[in-house]
């Protein structure tokens, strides 16, 4: 991640002008152990699948993506000076830890993986998230998932 002091003087302006909503609620819930909770991922790496249209700068949208893709066809649209692409070309799981979740779930850390994962593109005004976020929120207690695993890139 990037230093703030690091990044183009244009792109820190927008990013210290950006103002956050305030949370009306507390974020933080108790529940069940790990053991005994599904995951799903969130990403912020604008991640979509092969075929699909990418993520446009300032895009407040999300992507799903089926635990089922292939690597292969799982594609980045996150840009960013500041990023090093290199361990993702290398390794997905730096970004997105499909194979981390499968291997917990597999030793019985945690109960199971989500069928669905989701993504959105970083350094999105937050005022434009509310309705992704909401969204999303409602996909993943409709297929009953218990945690999100959170990828910032």
Not at 15 to 24: F, H, N, R, Y
Not at 70 to 80: E, Y
Not at 110 to 120: F, K, L, M, Q
């Amino acid at each position: 991640m990037a230093r703030l002091e690091d990044i183009p003087q244009p792109t820190r302006d927008n990013i210290v002008a950006c103002e956050c909503p305030p949370l009306e609620t507390a974020p933080w819930v108790e529940g069940p152990a790990l053991s005994q909770r599904r995951i799903a991922i969130l990403s912020t790496a604008g991640l979509f699948e092969r075929g699909t249209a990418p993520f446009t700068p300032g895009s407040g949208g999300y992507t799903v993506l089926p635990a089922s893709l292939a690597p292969n066809d799982i594609l980045m649209s996150h840009v960013s000076i500041n990023f090093d692409r290199s361990g993702w070309q290398r390794d997905m799981n730096v970004v997105y830890p499909l194979d981390r979740l499968r291997e917990f779930a597999d030793d019985g850390f945690i109960a199971g993986v989500a069928d669905e994962h989701y993504s959105v593109l970083g350094s999105t005004d937050p005022k434009m998230m509310a309705e992704t976020a909401d969204s999303i929120v409602a996909r993943m207690m409709r297929d009953r998932i218990d945690a999100i695993l959170m990828s910032p890139v």
